[in-house]
């Protein structure tokens, strides 16, 4: 059966959340109180993330996946890049958790 999947399948949905199931490792980070404490903080949220497994996301190594849409793909590439695509939304959201819950800095203001 040759079905595009899409970020909404629950199939999706569950292999993105499996690829976050240590965030248990942000529980740990102290809270980030400006340059007092960077060095530590950083160096905290680097080893959490190796731990977790979402340090290449962090690190910028993993970028997001380009969309596929409007090219020509099989199914099975297109299945992939929608898997890959979950995977690091879900490794990036749990990053961007864990540092707004360990920082009383409001990082949506730093892009502005």
Same mark, same amino acid.
């Given at each position: 059966?040759?079905?595009?999947? @899409?970020? @909404?399948? &629950? &199939? ?54 380009? &969309?596929?849409?409007?090219?020509? @793909? %099989? ?9 890959? %695509?979950?995977?690091?939304? &879900? ?22």
């Amino acid at each position: 059966m040759n079905v595009r999947l @899409s970020l @909404s399948d &629950s &199939s999706v949905k569950e292999l993105a959340r499996a690829s976050c199931a240590h965030e248990r490792y942000y529980d740990a980070l102290p809270k980030l109180q400006g340059e007092a404490n960077w060095q530590e903080w950083s160096d905290a949220l680097q080893h959490a993330a190796l731990m977790a497994g979402t340090d290449a996301v962090l690190n910028g190594e993993s970028k997001h996946p380009q &969309s596929l849409e409007g090219q020509q @793909s %099989t199914t099975s590439e297109w299945n992939d890049n929608v898997r890959r %695509t979950a995977i690091w939304r &879900s490794r990036n959201e749990s990053l961007l958790k864990a540092m707004r819950n360990a920082s009383d800095v409001d990082f949506d203001d730093l892009g502005a």
